[in-house]
């Protein structure tokens, strides 16, 4: 099957500071993708949509000046968390899909964001 | 909008028994997916099963099976012959278009199921 890898699984980054969590099609390339938080026992809340050169489509309530999208590429998406925050730790999910109907996503890994 | 609604937080079953985790969803559209994917403790999301909205016929992969129904809104998931493996977060979720105009996905809350050996 298709593969998503997410990159850092896990960082630790200071108050102020700001992070980048990459995500990266393997084997395919992603018409779209999408960022998504997850807090602990809870559901995926979807972040914002991408496409390769355009900007993100953000969900209602997401800061896109905090969390920016950058999809430089068919198979690379990434989210900046600038000026990080205790409250923006959290679970981070990225998923990937083909074609317009996005019938089928491909997840990665994750990456658990902790701001000390 | 669209909602997806898991009422149940948590479920239990025996090893090898079945279990059927429920979930509802709201829509005006009339072409859209639904999806059931399971999250075990290492928190990568896995595609159990997949149906689609024009289909009648429910989809069935191996030990799992939906019971899809369209008009009430209603697509169950049931689990036979469960394994310890099987013990994980369940998502109910709906692929449609969102009030951003964008197609994705909308997760419903998560059923926790344990099987007990």
């Known amino acids: 099957g298709a593969v998503v890898s997410q990159h850092p699984s896990r960082v630790i980054c200071k108050s102020g500071t700001s992070v980048k969590i990459e995500c990266r099609s393997l084997d395919f390339q992603a018409t779209t993708m999408f960022w998504y938080r997850q807090f602990p026992k809870q559901s995926l809340m979807l972040m914002a949509t991408s496409n390769e050169g355009s900007k993100a489509t953000y969900e209602q309530g997401v800061e896109k000046d905090k969390f920016l999208i950058n999809h430089a590429s068919l198979t690379l998406s990434t989210l900046t968390v600038t000026s990080a925050h205790p409250e923006d730790s959290s679970f981070y999910i990225c998923?990937?899909?083909?074609?317009?109907?996005?019938?089928?996503?491909?997840f990665g890994q994750g990456t658990r964001l902790t701001v000390v | 909008a669209q909602t997806v609604t898991q009422s149940q937080p948590e479920m239990s079953v025996q090893e090898a028994e079945t279990v059927t985790l429920s979930c509802t969803y709201d829509t005006s559209e009339s072409d859209y997916y639904l999806f059931w994917y399971k999250q075990p403790p290492s928190r990568q999301m896995i595609l159990v099963i997949r149906q689609e909205a024009y289909k009648q016929q429910n989809a069935t992969e191996n030990r799992f099976s939906v019971n899809f129904q369209k008009a009430a809104k209603s697509f169950s998931l049931k689990i036979s012959d469960s394994q310890l493996g099987d013990a994980a977060m369940y998502f109910c979720a709906y692929n449609g278009y969102r009030d951003t105009g964008r197609r994705a996905l909308t997760f419903g809350s998560g059923t926790r199921l344990q099987v007990q050996p």
């Open positions: 998923s990937a899909t083909v074609g317009s109907m996005n019938t089928e996503a491909f």
